[in-house]
């Protein structure tokens, strides 16, 4: 089977740096992806990493350590509207390449 | 672009009624997927379809039944509703090997 780790919740400032890890355990590994979801609303998907490294998009960037079996999400410049909570979802060969999704972490921003 | 439509959004069931959720999508992708989001669980796939005329199951796919007969449209039965079923419904779909999916704006079930 597939498990995901992610912690339960963030806490962190306006302005600030705030990264959001993701261990998993999945067998035929193919990648690992990241979604946000406000309160209320439909997951958004964010960002995608199949291969080792960091991939940046604006403020957002993701890294994966296929080797280590673990990615994070890293918000920079944070902002009041990131509050929201933040799934990784990997992709494996055994899961029929169907993502299966982390338990979310819920961040919150304060001023 | 709609995107992902789903109807309806809110709905109260008593126990053992049923009912059909409708999942609409109007970017021609091959992938549909039906999940639940209850507290604490994250995403949970209940069936998926790959194509149109075809369905599997997901990891909870007790209780309920779908059915693609169309590509654009994907379908959750529940045939008689339970209290455990009480949850939040989202339709997505992608493009055949896509990194990301769609997500409709989703369901809000309640069986009392």
């Known amino acids: 089977g597939q498990s995901l780790e992610q912690p339960s919740e963030v806490t962190a400032v306006e302005g600030a740096i705030v990264q959001i890890n993701c261990t998993y355990q999945t067998s035929g590994f193919y990648g690992l992806s990241w979604y946000q979801q406000h309160d209320g609303g439909a997951p958004t998907f964010l960002s995608y990493n199949a291969l080792d490294g960091l991939e940046e998009t604006g403020r957002f960037s993701s890294f994966l350590s296929r080797s280590d079996s673990y990615g994070y999400l890293l918000l920079q410049e944070l902002q009041m509207k990131d509050s929201a909570s933040y799934f990784c979802?990997?992709?494996?060969?055994?899961?029929?390449?169907?993502?299966?999704f982390g338990r979310g972490t819920s961040l919150i921003v304060h001023p | 672009n709609a995107g992902v439509t789903q109807t309806p959004k809110f709905r109260v069931l008593k126990t053992g009624q049923s009912m059909t959720l409708l999942c609409a999508q109007d970017m021609n992708h091959e992938y549909m997927y039906w999940y639940r989001q209850d507290p604490g669980m994250g995403l949970r796939l209940i069936h998926y379809?790959?194509?149109?005329?075809?369905?599997a199951k997901g990891e909870v796919p007790d209780g309920y039944n779908v059915s693609r007969l169309k590509k654009q449209n994907f379908l959750l039965g529940l045939e008689s509703a339970a209290p455990s079923q009480t949850s939040v419904y989202f339709c997505?779909?992608?493009?055949?090997?896509?990194?990301?999916?769609?997500f409709g704006s989703g369901t809000r079930l309640t069986v009392v």
């Open positions: 379809s790959v194509g149109e005329g075809t369905t």
């Open positions: 979802a990997v992709r494996s060969s055994g899961g029929s390449y169907i993502p299966t």
């Open positions: 997505a779909s992608s493009l055949q090997g896509a990194d990301g999916y769609t």
